[in-house]
């Protein structure tokens, strides 16, 4: 009762799904081959059976129906006269006279020129379907695609495919079948036109049919720099920053290289790397070309977010604008945004900033003058003031050294009240003279001085 139940089942299931079985008897069949076999294996049957088959039947055809062929006195009379065929069986010696003979060729004229008719139609398809420059380039395509011969190769080094100028690689314009070599260092994703295929590194890789070659990764550390970057301030002055300067390299997971995994990757790093690049009007721009813009934008954000004073004449002595800069380079939103493309940040110099408006320095020189010239007038007015002070001081101690002198000659008076008034008199002009006499020699020689 099991086994009716099981073969009832299994008939159910072939007569449901047989495309799905198909493929999975097709996919165990083919599971332990590489790529580049199960290629060959499919050239070697379009070689042998696809193209042969049809001209062997229009062939049997063509002598059952038009042609009275003997093939047993064909047989006979050639293994009569030629000694090759007399050690070949007499059964296979008919089936290859009844199928080349004189008469029989005529029919596979037709059905080989058809196949000749059909490659070069072909290869002047794919010439125009992909602007190829050369009709030789189509066909060359073709025949390694169908028979697996004269493979074109790619070579990849330096982050890019290595083509010379003016040269048309047909895995580059087209894709596979053929051979792409790896160079150490480097990591590529292929991918065929929906979906990613495969991601190899550092070895020779096979591409199948119209597989292309997606995005290239250098896995060494990426040196980046930009001489001048032009941007604005937030006080609305134009500044250039000069020689930037950076290093950045894909995002990893693992930090230690050894001899097994010489340049570590995060396959999730690779992914963001290819498929969150930035897009122009002139098509998806470069992965270097991206984090570059990333870290220029956050460079050009910092400027446009601090005065003019801050970023070239900090006034406190702990303010560093370039220390700061950098740090904002490493902060949590910035390693978000390179993590979103799979790149890190290992190095920065920003650079220096200089002034684009001319009048900015003149204003600040007038500043600076203005500054230094006030300075100096307090000080001098200051001066001033004292010289002053100490005039009026030796007026009041002259005006006091003459009251006092008048009061001394008074106490010196004799008590006789015998012209006592006239007395006053000549004594107090005699004093007052000495002490203007005095005072006028002093104010000359202050003048002379």
Known sequence: MDNKDNSSRLKSTLLVKPPELLDDAFKKTTSGLSAQTNQEIWSLFRLFVFFPVPIILLVVLGNFLFESVDPLAMALNVKAT?????????????????????HSSRYMIAPFTAFVIIILSGAAYVQDIYLLPRYTQGLHY??????????????????????????????????????????????????????????SMSKAYFMVPFEMVGQIA??????????????ITKDGISVTLKDIEFRFRILTDVYTRTLSAPYPYSHDSFLQMAYNLTVTDQGPKPWHQTVRG????????????????????????????????????????????????????????????SINEDVVDESRIHLWAEDWIGNAEATRAYGEATRLAYQELGRAEAQAEMIMSIAHALEDLPSSEENTAENLRK????????????????QNEDQSL
Request: hydrophobic share 40%; net charge negative; aromatic share 8%.
């Open 218 to 231: 250098n896995l060494d550390d990426q040196h980046g720099r930009l001489d001048e970057l032009q941007t």
């Open 142 to 199: 073709v025949i390694s695609s169908m028979f697996s011969l004269l493979y074109p190769k790619l070579k990849i080094d330096d982050g890019e495919k290595k083509i010379s100028e003016g040269e048309t690689n047909l895995l580059d314009a087209i894709g596979g079948p053929g051979h792409v070599l790896i160079q150490p260092g480097h990591a590529v994703m292929f991918r065929h036109l929906r979906r990613p295929s495969k991601v």
């Open 427 to 442: 004594i107090f002009l005699l004093r007052a003279t000495q002490i203007l006499d005095a005072m006028a020699e002093s």
């Open 82 to 102: 030629n000694i090759f065929f007399r050690k070949i069986p007499l059964e296979i010696l008919k089936i290859f006279t009844f199928l080349f003979n004189g």
């Open 294 to 353: 990333k870290i220029l934008g956050a460079i050009q954000y910092y400027i446009n977010s601090h005065n003019i004073d801050y970023l070239t004449a900090p006034k406190g002595e702990d303010e560093d604008p370039r220390g700061n800069l950098k740090m904002e380079l490493f902060n949590r939103e910035i390693k978000a945004s390179l993590k979103a493309v799979g790149a890190e940040l290992l190095w920065i110099d920003v650079g220096h900033v």
